[in-house]
């Protein structure tokens, strides 16, 4: 049987969770099966040095704004490369739709992992206009929520049974609970802090302005706490500046982007994810299989992934008297909550949010677009 040639194409391989998501299911894939080829529509980026098999990446350099040229350009590269599958993602992957299907791939399959914060619940109506228009050749949606599911069947106007509901999948093996003293230690800190924590893109729908003002709340006597921030993005200069602004500032670190992420989360406390919009967040579900207790913002995705009160708290987007309040039930831990919803939250990411789970979703998915032998 000869392998299934799978053409990823979407912005770029700059650090976020869609692209971690590509890179896990292309390193994890069944290479008796499958073979993959990226196009990034701008450029590549450092999420391409995780990827652990040697694929062709295309850098198209897209311009802002539209760009008809690049349609055309990618056209010739998508017939040059003869796909059995090409695969695009999110509003930035539309235009590969068409070129796709002028192309003459045979399965075109589209994936919408959320929204950006000029369009934070895909309400442009331009956008979706396109969007519908777009459907039609595209052979199958995946939504990585139901939430977006829904938004895809009642205001995209795309048929049912055209979308398949696939959760992102987190390393259960590298993403555990670990020994938290000695690396609370190992980076500076007193085993004694309680750490609140938070990983991703400094974008301004990840708001995590409100994670500062919410911190900045919490008086809780006798305890050291303090606020770790893992991520880049162009929100860093603004959310540096709000935290010299604050009095608590010199408890309030910014650490950058990093590789070592799996230890950073194992010194954390309590995890918070701040966002005003979300699909299915990788950092959050890297901190659910980390076992550490969540507090999260009840928007898209996160609604879905936590249970509020059994495997984490979810609170109002943009209330940072419910985040504070949060927070210092999480902190004062009064009946060992802390330690039953970072458990629980372990559990329900080894049980339906494993990589080994998201991987063979995406292969059956595949495997059954293509005629049989």
């Not at 000869?2 to 890179?23: C, D, Q, R």
């Not at 040697?54 to 198209?60: A, G």
């Not at 829904?150 to 390393?171: A, H």
Request: aromatic share 8%; glycine share 8%; charged share 25%.
């Amino acid at each position: 049987m000869a392998k299934i040639k799978i053409f990823h194409v979407f912005h770029s391989l700059n650090m976020g969770g869609l692209e971690n998501g590509v890179v896990n299911l292309v390193n994890r894939s069944n290479a008796e099966f499958f073979s993959h080829e990226i196009c990034c529509l701008s450029t590549s980026g450092v999420v391409s040095e995780r990827l652990e098999v040697d694929i062709p990446i295309f850098d198209m350099h897209k311009r802002e704004g539209n760009d008809w040229r690049m349609i055309l350009q990618l056209i010739r590269l998508i017939k040059s490369r003869q796909p059995n599958i090409v695969h695009t993602r999110n509003w930035g992957g539309v235009d590969a739709i068409a070129a796709a299907a002028i192309a003459g791939v045979s399965t075109i399959i589209h994936s919408e992992h959320g929204w950006n914060l000029d369009d934070p619940r895909g309400q442009n109506y331009r956008r979706r206009q396109i969007r519908r228009l777009f459907s039609f050749p595209v052979s199958h949606f995946v939504a990585v929520s139901a939430d977006i599911k829904d938004w895809l069947i009642d205001d995209v106007g795309v048929k049912k049974d055209k979308i398949r509901v696939i959760f992102n999948g987190v390393d259960t093996e590298k993403f555990l609970p670990g020994d938290q003293p000695y690396l609370k230690e190992r980076y500076g800190f007193l085993p004694s802090d309680c750490i609140i924590g938070s990983v991703g893109r400094f974008d301004p729908i990840k708001n995590h302005q409100l994670l500062l003002k919410a911190f900045s709340r919490l008086n809780c006597e006798g305890k050291t706490i303090r606020l770790v921030f893992l991520g880049d993005g162009p929100e860093r200069n603004s959310l540096i500046a709000l935290r010299d602004s604050l009095p608590c500032r010199d408890r309030i670190h910014f650490l950058g982007q990093r590789d070592d992420v799996a230890d950073i989360l194992r010194i954390m406390d309590i995890f918070v994810l701040p966002s005003k919009s979300e699909g299915v967040c990788n950092a959050l579900l890297e901190a659910m299989a980390t076992g550490l207790p969540i507090v999260a913002t009840a928007v898209g995705g996160n609604i879905e992934l936590i249970q509020d009160g059994f495997t984490g708290l979810l609170v109002p987007s943009d209330d940072e008297h419910a985040m504070s309040n949060a927070l210092v039930r999480l902190i004062e831990d009064e009946s060992g909550l802390r330690s039953q919803i970072g458990a629980k939250a372990r559990e329900m990411a080894e049980e339906k949010f494993s990589l080994l789970r998201m991987v063979s979703e995406y292969e059956s998915l595949y495997l059954s677009t293509q005629p049989a032998s």
